[in-house]
């Protein structure tokens, strides 16, 4: 799949291209069969853009784990990526959100029955497409799935939850957001015919970046970024409690905690230098860009297993990309 003759990023470009192609042939063919609105709607959610990290992951693990044939795995890398937006569907009804990746919401468009809807409709076909390899893969995916779910309830129950620790944010990022990197990965492994041993490692390279690309996000939202589609303090605003503010709350004390606490129950923009302030007084920053590096050096340590090859440096790339997102 990897084009020796191209840098990295020239080289994963290629492939994302390709994932694209694959997924417009994919909905052009259900619309053609009388999927009609639902479908459309979908793809105009698919197909808005993205980074398109899970497929790209699921094709690379694949070919460092000796998979020959990109078409063995690219229903697999097609099938995260559908589950990955019927989760974006759901999580914008849920945040009220007006925009993803610049265009207009489903529920925004179509109203919240038929954005319900439209995800269910991404879901099962997603594992449409996982439901042809061994059941093995097929169970993987299946648990991914269901601790997105469990994972999701824990998030709803520690909104604007100041008592929410460390290990509560980390439940919610395994099953959320790293989850369905490990499982990918993993899936991918087995499926160019590794060993149960050899694609968990690939399983847990994709765990740990997964958490590191959810701590980069968590900054980037504080941060302000517009590459992230949405305003700065956009989590902060819905009551997520990221990372950098449960670790800012832990060390804050007296009147300066009291502070804090009041700032994210009853935050608006306007107190958003404030609560700054309070998060660089107790280094929160720093202590997530800490974990970050700490994250995406054990994800590069799970790949020394394997020998060196051009989808092993594409790999790396990538671990690089999210290390310089919030640079």
């Not at 069969?33 to 992951?57: D, I, N, T």
Request: charged share 25%; net charge negative.
């Amino acid at each position: 799949m990897a084009n020796i003759g191209l840098e990295a990023s020239d080289q994963l470009e290629v492939m994302r291209l390709h994932v694209d192609a694959a997924l417009e042939a994919l909905v052009e063919d259900e619309i053609e069969q009388g999927a009609g609105q639902v479908a459309e709607l979908c793809a105009s959610m698919l197909l808005a853009g993205g980074k398109r990290l899970r497929p790209l992951l699921i094709l690379l693990a694949h070919e460092i784990a000796g998979g020959q044939d990109t078409e063995e795995v690219m229903p697999l890398a097609l099938a995260f990526e559908m589950i990955h937006t019927a989760t974006l569907v759901h999580d914008d009804i849920n945040d009220e959100a007006g925009l993803r990746r610049g265009v207009e919401t489903i529920h925004t468009r179509a109203g919240l029955a038929k954005a319900v809807i439209a995800g269910d409709w991404l879901f099962v076909q997603g594992f449409g497409l996982g439901g042809r390899y061994d059941e093995h893969i097929v169970r993987l995916m299946a648990k991914c799935c269901a601790d997105i779910a469990v994972a999701e309830f824990h998030q709803l129950d520690h909104v604007l939850n100041l008592a929410t620790s460390p290990e509560d944010y980390l439940a919610i990022v395994r099953g959320k957001t790293a989850g369905p990197f490990a499982a990918g990965c993993q899936a991918a492994g087995l499926v160019a015919g590794l060993s149960d041993e050899q694609a968990a490692g690939l399983g847990r390279f994709g765990m740990e970046l997964g958490i590191a690309f959810q701590l980069v996000d968590d900054l980037l939202d504080l941060r302000g970024d517009e590459r992230m589609g949405k305003p700065r303090g956009a989590d902060v605003l819905e009551g997520k409690m990221t990372l950098p503010l449960i670790h800012a709350l832990t060390l804050s004390h007296g009147k300066e905690r009291q502070r804090l606490a009041t700032l994210i129950e009853s935050f608006s923009d306007e107190h958003f230098d404030e609560l700054m302030q309070l998060l660089d007084r107790s280094d929160s920053l720093s202590y997530a860009e800490i974990l970050v590096k700490t994250h995406l050096e054990r994800a590069v340590l799970e790949l020394d297993a394997f020998p060196e090859s051009q989808a092993k440096s594409l790999m790396l790339h990538i671990t690089g990309y999210v290390m310089a997102r919030h640079t």
